[in-house]
């Protein structure tokens, strides 16, 4: 099994910066697709982006693409999601989640989340 937290939101201006970590338990880390995944109020919970057990491939939803990336480090058992030119739009609850799948884009691949970091984008 795996643990994860969150850390990093918060309250931001629309252009803004943010990066989120995800740090997890475990000393089996290194072999779990990560995924980063968001839920504003009143929608569902939405793909944002994910990562391969080496780092080598990553994946992102169409609407952060550009603006987002996903990175993880090993060694220290962390990924991160790096959120630049912020919208207000980007607003939600972001959730890291871990796979043994392969299916990263969905929710369903996951069983194992962390308890979510709040995002908030002013305009």
């Known amino acids: 099994q795996v643990q994860l937290v969150e850390s990093g939101g918060g309250l931001v201006q629309a252009g803004d910066s943010l990066r989120l970590s995800c740090a997890a338990s475990?000393?089996?880390?290194?072999?779990?697709?990560m995924g980063w995944f968001r839920q504003a109020p009143g929608k569902g919970r939405e793909f944002v982006a994910a990562?391969?057990?080496?780092?080598?491939?990553?994946y992102y939803a169409d609407s952060v693409e550009g603006r987002f990336t996903t990175s993880r480090d090993n060694a220290k058992n962390t990924v991160y999601l790096q959120m630049n030119s912020l919208k207000p739009e980007d607003t939600a609850v972001y959730y890291c989640?871990?796979?043994?799948?392969?299916?990263?884009?969905?929710?369903?691949?996951?069983?194992?989340w962390g308890q979510g970091t709040q995002v908030t984008v002013s305009s």
């Open positions: 990562i391969s057990w080496s780092g080598g491939s990553t």
């Open positions: 475990g000393r089996t880390f290194s072999v779990y697709t």
């Open positions: 989640a871990a796979s043994r799948g392969s299916n990263s884009y969905a929710a369903t691949s996951y069983p194992y």
